[in-house]
């Protein structure tokens, strides 16, 4: 999401590109005898104003094996987590955040979110989970106009760039955290604020050579698309189909919706009209808090999902 720092800007490098220097310095013994046995800390002297140092959050080594060696690229647990273990439409791996010159700054977009402010120490998080959910689209007219179209609503969806920066947010909006917090760093829960993401990766048909198209057990989300359809829309029904049949026009949250398990309708209880969901909520992340607590290893596992103020 900090493309700016993805050495195509003039922005600085990252904090977290030197950590790979930092714990070597920190392990190797030569480099401990010319320092006295002291530490050494990645810090950015003055950020918005006031040091900045870096250091990944403190997980137990039963969560993450050999941690210190392990840096901010490494997930926990490996990536593959199903975020919905019934329906395995989409994925997520867990990351450790350690306050750089990109996460301190604003996660979410939205109503009244400013992407490229500068948090305050406890609106900061030090978890991502990046919930991968990798689309393969059947178009029933090929056309590039009409699968751009169709691409451009999925990130929609997931993501907006600011057209100055070129950063991108979040629109999910939504994160983890233990309930009750620790009482002390260092101590179980591990991780107090878990920023969610969607990163919606897209495949088409029609671009892989007619008889070998690619395995189903690499797709979470198989979409037709189509020009009409005779039956109801196929997220109205109460299980949607393994490959619904989507106009041009019906890509919109319900999908999200379906990719992460959670229900694609709601329905007035008087009337019983069903009506096709346009946002997500904390409640369709519930499974996904509940695994990341057990990579973790919670005592409780007790997480909730949060929606983050603008």
């Not at 990252?14 to 530490?39: I, P, Q, T």
């Not at 080594?61 to 975020?83: H, K, Q, T």
């Not at 694609?264 to 008087?270: I, K, L, N």
């Amino acid at each position: 999401m900090d493309r700016p720092a993805l050495m195509s800007s003039g922005s600085k490098p990252r904090l977290r590109y030197y950590w790979n220097y930092l714990n070597r310095v920190r392990k190797e013994s030569a480099f401990k005898r010319v320092l006295d046995g002291n530490d050494v800390a990645l810090v950015a002297p003055d950020f918005a104003g006031a040091p900045l140092r870096y250091e990944l959050p403190f997980v137990g080594p039963d969560v993450l094996a050999n941690a210190e060696d392990c840096g901010p690229y490494v997930p926990i647990g490996g990536p593959g987590f199903y975020v919905d273990g019934n329906t395995r439409r989409s994925t997520f791996a867990l990351y450790r955040l350690g306050d750089d010159e990109g996460t301190v700054r604003g996660m979410f977009a939205g109503p009244g979110a400013v992407a490229d402010v500068t948090l305050a120490p406890g609106d900061r998080f030090d978890g991502i989970v990046y919930v991968t959910i990798n689309f393969m689209f059947d178009f029933e007219v090929d056309t590039p106009i009409v699968r751009q179209a169709a691409f451009d609503k999925i990130i929609a969806l997931c993501v907006a760039e600011n057209e100055m920066t070129h950063r991108r947010t979040f629109l999910t909006r939504f994160y983890i955290e233990p309930v009750p917090p620790a009482p002390a760093p260092n101590q179980r829960p591990f991780m107090r604020r878990i920023a969610i993401g969607i990163v919606p990766r897209i495949d088409y048909w029609g671009r892989h050579p007619k008889g070998a198209p690619p395995a189903r057990t690499d797709q979470d989300c198989f979409i037709r698309i189509v020009r009409s359809r005779s039956e109801p829309h196929p997220f109205l029904w109460p299980v949607p189909p393994l490959e619904p049949k989507l106009m041009d026009d019906e890509v919109s949250v319900a999908l999200l919706c379906y990719a992460l398990g959670a229900p694609t309708f709601d329905e007035d209880p008087a009337t019983r009209a069903r009506t096709l969901r346009t946002a997500l909520r904390a409640s369709d992340f519930n499974g996904l808090a509940g695994v990341v607590s057990l990579a973790l290893k919670d005592v409780p596992p007790q997480r909730r999902v949060v929606r983050a103020a603008p």
